[in-house]
């Protein structure tokens, strides 16, 4: 029963990753035949940062089983100290990708240290009072990045709090202008890399979850007492699962970030964090492949509804309840199980270890 159960796991696994590079494949033949629009093309690589955000979220609320409204502030630390490393890099190296990777690893360390330091006091809560405090830090972290200066010149990087008088050299650059956000931002970041990330980042998340520390975050989940009563570190292994969900989600922000020449802490709101919450609970709390499909379904739905204007959200809020309904109905639900290849099988076998 065991070994069935781990098998299982692994082939789902590998459907998670085959689906992934299939939808890559596929994008890819389509682009190069121009059978898709210039406005499908602009969304591929924030869907795959919005995939990367609901994986990681789905670590935080799925596996550890935490509720965390502020996860787009991590992707704005991401985004802002992700784009002033490649920004920075930018002058002394010619490859527009290597800027974009050390920028993603720069913005991956400090989402996760950020991560870490807010961790510590709040995931000693829970239920309804950590999803307030997580929401407050959230938009903490946005107020800070509203009124950060930071410039660049030869001299290095300058930062004030204060004003716009970051004290730059003649010559020198403003990367991050406080209310006016990133600006001049070199446009690196593509859907192959985007995918690259997305194929990281389930790498990362199924050998946690498959791991010693994904069993004991799992038990933690189902029953705290119960874990904490034969010697499991109820914190360590919260803060371990936080701390790599906003590490992933830095890595995300700066993708997104470097898709657009200019942005702003105001789009990494609780809005954001909300539709990544949604991404999460449509999807289903700990199936990562539906996070892919539900993050890549709700960023396609609102641009192909455009064409009906005024109406477009009140059709898409239609959908998504639909959907929710649908997906929460145990008929609905044992319907689609049948329909899996091997389900008839798997009953068989069922029933004769019942036997």
Known sequence: MKNRLKNKTTRNNFITYGVVILIYIVMQILTASGSISSTMQGLLVPICAYVVMAISLNLTVGILGELSLGHAGFMSVGAFTGVTAAMALSGRVSSGIVCLIVGMVVGAVFAAIVGFLIGIPVLRLKGDYLAIVTLAFGEIIKGIFNNLYVGIDSNGLH???????????????????????????????????????????????????????????????????????????ITKYKLMAFTVSAALAGASGTLFAMNYSTIVANKFDFNTSILILVFVVLGGLGNMLGSIIAAAALTILPEALRQFADYRMLVYAIVLILVMLATNNDTFKNFLRRLKPGHKKAADEDGKEAV
């Open 159 to 233: 930062m004030s709090l204060l004003s716009d008088k970051t004290d730059l050299a003649e010559g020198g650059k403003l990367i991050i202008g406080g209310p006016m956000g990133l600006t001049s931002i070199p446009r690196y970041s593509t859907f192959t890399i985007g995918i690259i990330l997305v194929i990281i980042t389930l790498i990362v998340v199924f050998h946690l979850v498959s791991s010693r520390q994904g069993r004991a975050i799992m038990a933690v989940r189902d029953n705290r007492i119960a874990a904490e009563s034969i010697g499991v570190n």
